[in-house]
């Protein structure tokens, strides 16, 4: 279904969009995750972060692996979710680890696999081997929305207005070797080319997950995202590095935008906003501690889509008991998140006022030194910013 404020207009234009205020949100109420500079890069070290988050995880037991899906119970509760939601999903696999495991998306939508002029959104779980609560928490997103598509107004708007992308685990074979980085032993939110440094901007060392990634993001114009991490509990947003390295705040362009989509997951969250530690559950990276070649950031640069990091459980690897709680806890905040594309942002399309064809294109906000393209397909463009507000929105 198409987004009933989707505008059409000729070009060329200028105009104001009043944004609508969003639906005020049901209060309740490392991570990016440790400290593991690339190498070449002085980061310095701070006293205050002090969660054991820096630390490699203690030996991962059987008894903590016990009740968590192995990679293969994944796939197969995908496989079998796909079966079991048929007419709203979509099976497909963004590539292959290192190990061979592929690397399994689910799309959920009204018109699964079918380009429409709508946002779409994607979540990543697992993405350090030794982080494995989101992926069991995104498969209970995905059962949740199949389950409530039609009943619950919530389910139904995002179904039925988005596409929403999920990708249970980025790193299976970390999580099969019990540790934070992947076959290679390489930490994937390092491995990202850098705003600031060229560490990786060797194609031939790039791991195949970062690879797959890097390839989903280019092909399917995700207008926002989360990865999903545990060791703290806040919601992350960019920039993750300063240019001289120091710890401090560091904003992009998207400042207020990301402050406001960080607190919709927090502010939604059991208790996420009610941290000692970051104010309103919330953290700028770089004044948390910088990092380099994050997923985070290239997301944003090279994608235009808007990614949060977030940290969904102060102990990496809870209890498998524990789940249930967690995947309440996060719940709202999931759907919430995801709900903010369709009840906030602009959207619209740009294409030849006399033809009405799609051209290329892209969008600006006066003031924001950011532009976010518009897609080929029906030259349709979504753009995430804080509501409440006016703005001068400029195509070109
Ligand atoms: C999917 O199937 C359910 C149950 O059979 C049905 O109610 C619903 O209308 C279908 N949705 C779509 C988008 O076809
Ligand atoms: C949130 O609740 C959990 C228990 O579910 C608790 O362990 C944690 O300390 C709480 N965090 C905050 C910031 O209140
Ligand atoms: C937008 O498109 C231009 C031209 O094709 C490209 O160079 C740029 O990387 C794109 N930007 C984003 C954020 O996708
Ligand atoms: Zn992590």
Not at 80 to 99: E, L, M, P, Q, T
Not at 137 to 163: F, R, S
Not at 201 to 223: S, V
Request: aromatic share 10%; charged share 20%; hydrophobic share 40%.
């Amino acid at each position: 279904m198409a987004i009933p404020r989707l505008r059409s207009l000729p070009l060329p234009l200028l105009l104001v969009v009043l944004l609508r205020a969003f639906a005020s949100l049901p209060i309740q109420a490392a991570a990016r995750g440790g400290l593991d500079p690339s190498p070449g890069i002085a980061v310095e070290k701070h006293g205050a972060f002090s969660r054991g988050l820096l630390q490699d995880m203690p030996e991962i037991t059987d008894e903590m692996v016990r009740g968590y899906m192995s990679n293969s119970e994944l796939e197969g509760a995908v496989q079998d979710f796909g079966r079991r939601c048929a007419n709203v999903s979509r099976i497909y696999s963004i590539g292959k680890s290192v190990n061979g495991s592929p690397l399994w998306a689910i799309e959920i939508s009204d018109k699964p696999g079918l380009k429409e002029a709508e946002p779409a959104f994607k979540f990543i779980g697992n993405v350090h081997g030794d982080e494995p609560v989101g992926r069991e928490v995104l498969m209970q997103l995905a059962y949740w929305l199949c389950d409530n598509y039609l009943k619950d107004p919530l389910a139904t708007l995002i179904v039925e207005n988005t596409h929403l992308h999920i990708l249970p685990s980025m790193n299976p074979d970390g999580f099969a070797l019990r540790r934070r980085g992947n076959a290679n032993n390489v930490d994937l939110n390092r491995d990202f080319p850098d705003q600031f440094f060229p560490l990786n901007d060797d194609i031939k060392h790039r791991q195949p997950e970062t690879r797959a990634i890097m390839n989903w993001i280019k092909q399917e114009h995700f207008t926002a995202s989360a990865s999903l991490h545990g060791g703290a509990l806040v919601a992350n947003y960019p920039w993750d590095g300063s240019r001289d390295t120091r710890k401090q705040y560091y904003g992009c362009p998207d400042d207020k935008t990301f402050r406001y989509m960080a607190s919709v997951y927090s502010q939604s969250h059991y208790n996420m906003s009610l941290s000692k530690e970051f104010e309103g559950g919330i953290t700028n990276g770089a004044l948390w501690y910088p990092i380099y070649g994050g997923m985070q950031d290239w997301n944003y640069i090279h994608g235009g889509c808007f990614e949060l990091t977030l940290e969904i459980s102060d102990v990496k690897w809870p209890k498998a008991s524990e789940l249930l709680v967690i995947w309440k806890q996060n719940k709202l905040s999931m759907l919430n998140l995801v709900a903010s594309l369709v009840k906030t942002g602009v959207h619209g399309r740009i294409f030849a006022a006399d033809t009405g064809r799609p051209i290329p294109g892209s969008l600006m906000v006066k003031g924001i030194d950011s532009k976010i393209n518009a897609s080929g397909t029906f030259g349709n463009y979504h753009r995430m910013l804080a509501p409440g507000q006016s703005y001068e929105e400029n195509l070109g």
